[in-house]
């Protein structure tokens, strides 16, 4: 009787563990994000250009990366020379492959060029320390709500599909949750990989409204169900 009673607490242990164990597993995010990519000095992207705003580089003072991290973007709005782009990562994080795949480029090896891919999380209820992991080549840096919660200005290659190089933890609000990646590449290979746990929906949308969408503003919804 003793000997079933403690199989049962190891039991409901184990399976506490992997309860806790799959509300913090790290989802690799494949999309579909919206993406801009923009050029950065030669011989500058990378590590280098982690902290140059390009996109107001790119557009001449008329949109930061401060407002599209809080605000959003539509798709089809311009910057520079491209234009907002929805396109779903493949599994091997290859950027540059997209950025082709869509039409934004032809050039099947853009470097010392920077990428930001936009997506929007939606959740139930507020959820405080959700793990993160990010993968990149080269450097990276990310925005929640517009705040930024993880940089590594490094020139690397992004590593293996199903680990990540970095592993940090943010906060999700309850409703949407704005998440903004930046990848500057320098040279070589380009691409990424991101991971998010908790309990959340993508929005797969023709347009990333704003954290607080504002009336003005329509599109239409289609919801994704993040399987865990």
């Known amino acids: 009787m003793v000997k079933k009673f403690f199989i049962?607490?190891?039991?409901?242990?184990?399976?506490?563990?992997?309860?806790?164990?799959?509300?913090?597993?790290?989802?690799k995010i494949s999309g579909p994000w919206l993406w801009m990519i923009a050029p950065t000095d030669a011989n500058q992207g990378g590590q280098a250009s982690t902290d140059i705003d390009s996109l107001d580089e790119a557009s001449d003072g008329?949109?930061?990366?401060?407002?599209?991290?809080?605000?959003?973007?539509?798709?089809?709005?311009?910057?520079?020379?491209?234009?907002?782009?929805?396109?779903?990562?493949?599994?091997d994080g290859d950027i540059n492959a997209l950025v082709?795949?869509?039409g934004m480029d032809k050039n099947a090896d853009l470097n010392d060029i920077t990428s930001y891919a936009l997506i929007v999380l939606e959740t139930k209820k507020a959820q405080n320390g959700v793990s993160m992991g990010a993968s990149s080549d080269d450097s990276i840096k990310?925005?929640?709500?517009?705040?930024v919660v993880h940089k590594n200005?490094?020139?690397?290659?992004?590593?293996?599909?199903?680990?990540?190089?970095?592993?940090?933890?943010?906060?999700?609000?309850?409703?949407?949750?704005?998440?903004?990646?930046?990848?500057?590449?320098?040279?070589?290979?380009?691409?990424?990989?991101?991971?998010?746990?908790g309990d959340y929906e993508i929005n797969d949308i023709d347009a990333v409204l704003p954290v607080e969408p504002m009336n003005k503003l329509t599109t239409r919804w289609a919801k994704i169900k993040n399987n865990r």
């Open 153 to 197: 200005a490094v020139n690397r290659g992004r590593g293996g599909a199903n680990t990540f190089q970095d592993n940090f933890k943010v906060d999700l609000k309850k409703g949407n949750n704005l998440l903004m990646v930046k990848v500057s590449e320098r040279g070589g290979g380009w691409g990424m990989f991101i991971g998010v746990g």
């Open 100 to 102: 082709v795949s869509k």
């Open 142 to 147: 990310i925005w929640l709500n517009g705040e």
């Open 62 to 91: 008329d949109v930061t990366e401060e407002e599209v991290a809080k605000k959003g973007a539509k798709e089809g709005d311009e910057v520079g020379n491209y234009e907002w782009t929805l396109g779903t990562l493949a599994n």
């Open 8 to 27: 049962l607490i190891v039991i409901c242990l184990m399976s506490l563990s992997l309860m806790s164990l799959s509300a913090n597993a790290q989802q």
